[in-house]
Nanobody, 119 residues
Framework: QVQLVESGGGLVQPGGSLRLSCVASGTIASFYAMGWYRQAPGKQRELVAQKTNDGTTNYADSVKGRFTISRDNAKNTVYLQMSSLKSEDTAVFYC?????????????WGQGTQVTVSS
């Protein structure tokens, strides 16, 4: 069982920056992928950024050039550096760990951290 604990959310003005952190209970170097998802009120959860253990990185089109995902395997931590934040980035952000299993993949989720972009 993998436990994920996010931190770093909060209230920020448009154009500002925040860094989210997610500490995993397991050894993330063995995970297939670590990523960040978000869910805004009334909307479905969506992928924001994901980094696989072979270094492949994927970003949602809406955050390309503004957000950066990184992993520190020694600290079992994944980060999401967010800059040039917009009001439409307001959402609960969830850390995700994806592990390869015999049958496919298993996903684990953190409890979520609120990011509010408002003046």
């Amino acid at each position: 069982q993998v436990q994920l604990v996010e931190s770093g959310g909060g209230l920020v003005q448009p154009g500002g920056s925040l860094r989210l952190s997610c500490v995993a209970s397991g050894t993330i170097a063995s995970f297939y992928a670590m990523g960040w998802y978000r869910q805004a009120p009334g909307k479905q959860r969506e992928l924001v950024a994901q980094k696989t253990n072979d270094g492949t990185t994927n970003y949602a089109d809406s955050v390309k050039g503004r957000f950066t995902i990184s992993r520190d395997n020694a600290k079992n931590t994944v980060y999401l550096q967010m800059s040039s934040l917009k009001s439409e980035d307001t959402a609960v952000f969830y850390c995700n760990a994806r592990l390869r299993t015999y049958y496919g993949f298993s996903d684990y989720w953190g409890q979520g951290t609120q990011v509010t972009v408002s003046s």
